[in-house]
């Protein structure tokens, strides 16, 4: 089992419907609040990645990048459990797209 799927586990068992506590538990209080507060948790993360970046390249240093980053990856598994979807999922959809040019695929969109 990767850290992902150990992460996503827990995370699943933090369910109020799981017998999670929002007492005790930081994932069960966001369930608990409901989307709008997941979604403003990735909201923040996300900013504070890109700040985060924005600072590394002022101060030569990366480490900030690290530790931002892994907190939107754990929000966004908290948003994937809450559409009862996994990280397994995200993982395959990169995998079915491995190897497909990035501008290749937006040319041969029927909009391009
Ligand atoms: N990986 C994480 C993780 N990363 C970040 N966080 C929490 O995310 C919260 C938000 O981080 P911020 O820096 O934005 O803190 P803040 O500004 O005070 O945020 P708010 O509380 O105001 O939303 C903090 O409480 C962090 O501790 C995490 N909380 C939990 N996990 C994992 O989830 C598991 C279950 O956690 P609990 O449900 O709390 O037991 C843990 O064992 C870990 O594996």
Excluded at 4 to 11: E, K, Q
Excluded at 27 to 48: N, Y
Excluded at 75 to 96: C, K, N
Aim: charged share 30%.
């Amino acid at each position: 089992m990767t850290i992902l799927d150990r992460v996503a586990a827990t995370i699943d068992s933090r369910k109020l419907a799981n017998g999670g506590d929002p007492a005790t538990s930081y994932v069960s209080k966001l369930f608990a609040k409901g989307d709008d507060a997941i979604l403003k948790k990735i909201g923040e993360e996300a900013t504070e990645l890109v700040m985060a970046a924005k600072d590394a390249r002022a101060a030569g240093d990366a480490g900030k990048v690290l530790y931002e980053c892994a907190d939107l990856w754990f929000h966004s598994l908290v948003l994937l459990a809450q559409f009862d979807l996994t990280p397994q999922q995200v993982l395959d959809e990169l995998a079915r797209r491995e190897g497909v040019s990035g501008i290749a695929e937006k040319a041969a969109r029927p909009d391009a």
